[in-house]
């Protein structure tokens, strides 16, 4: 995101991302489900997006790719 500009939309994502990281850097399945996780992410990235480029279509297909990614179906 840095380098397309995006930097200063960091601070905003740290924060509405904390706790979701254990301070060895794994994540914290205790306390969120991963699912949850990747939908809040989205929405984040829609948000920036929207932000940036005037259009939230920019995002779309984050959740879908990453669940795909981590479920083993190498997509």
């Not at 397309?4 to 060895?24: K, N, P, T």
């Amino acid at each position: 995101m840095g380098r397309l500009g995006w930097g200063g939309h960091f601070g905003g994502l740290a924060a509405r991302l904390d706790g979701a990281f254990g301070a060895d850097g794994t994540f914290t399945h205790d306390h969120l489900r991963f699912v949850d996780f990747v939908d809040d992410v989205e929405e984040l990235l829609e948000e920036v997006a929207r932000q940036e480029r005037g259009d939230e279509e920019a995002a779309d297909g984050f959740e879908e790719y990453v669940l795909r990614h981590y479920a083993g179906d190498g997509g």
